[in-house]
T-cell receptor, first 112, second 111 residues
Framework: GAGVSQSPSNKVTEKGKDVELRCDPI?????LYWYRQRLGQGLEFLIY????????KSGLPSDRFSAERTGESVSTLTIQRTQQEDSAVYLC??????????FGPGTRLTVL | SQQGEEDPQALSIQEGENATMNCSYK?????LQWYRQNSGRGLVHLIL?????REKHSGRLRVTLDTSKKSSSLLITASRAADTASYFC???????????FGTGTQLKVEL
């Protein structure tokens, strides 16, 4: 079956611009996660959606970051007024049960 | 902040040898998971060990967990070139399965 998909795969933007990253989770997965991975580093948790509950935004690094999820489907991560330090790979994951997470291929964001 | 720290940061072995990677963490956990990441397949879940378990096996993988030392190890036996990847431990402290990842071990298996 289809896995988690993300778009775009690569995004190059200028400092100060806004960007939107998209995640399509595996159908039926109730939980969705966003992580950020800087070059040579592990993943940093950003935000977590579970069903209709309020999202856990505790990992968002600043108020320039926000995310939405429509029901139990698509999610978008928005970064406003991008900074060079936002350059990273942004990974989305979904899960059906509270254990194994299935990751998408990521969006590589480069802020010039 | 990094919950998990893996060591070594990099490991190079010959095909057929065993590879051992270690992970240390700082706070109490619900479970600990190991993931593999390579450019071809992205991030893939390998194995999960719960806080009340001490050892778990899956194929050529063996994971141990010592909650008193807040540490875990991943052993890959009879390594293959295809095992070349970065390996991350990730801890789940409960409350939603938010994972906290370590910095990873880069494993290179040479023919």
């Amino acid at each position: 079956g289809a896995g988690v998909s993300q778009s775009p795969s690569n995004k190059v933007t200028e400092k100060g611009k806004d960007v939107e990253l998209r995640c399509d989770p595996i159908s039926g997965h109730t939980a969705l996660y966003w992580y950020r991975q800087r070059l040579g580093q592990g993943l940093e948790f950003l935000i977590y959606f579970q069903g209709n509950s309020a999202p856990d935004k505790s990992g968002l690094p600043s108020d320039r970051f926000s995310a939405e999820r429509t029901g139990e489907s698509v999610s978008t991560l928005t970064i406003q007024r991008t900074q060079q330090e936002d350059s990273a790979v942004y990974l989305c994951a979904s899960s059906l049960q509270l254990y194994e997470q299935f990751f998408g291929p990521g969006t590589r964001l480069t802020v010039l | 902040s990094q919950q998990g720290e893996e060591d070594p940061q990099a490991l190079s072995i010959q095909e057929g040898e065993n590879a051992t990677m270690n992970c240390s963490y700082k706070t109490s956990i619900n479970n600990l998971q190991w993931y593999r990441q390579n450019s071809g397949r992205g991030l893939v879940h390998l194995i999960l060990i719960r806080s009340n378990e001490r050892e778990k096996h899956s194929g050529r993988l063996r994971v141990t967990l010592d909650t008193s030392k807040k540490s875990s190890s991943l052993l890959i036996t009879a390594s293959r070139a295809a095992d070349t990847a970065s390996y991350f431990c990730a801890t789940d402290k409960g409350g939603g399965n938010k994972l906290t990842f370590g910095t990873g071990t880069q494993l290179k298996v040479e023919l």
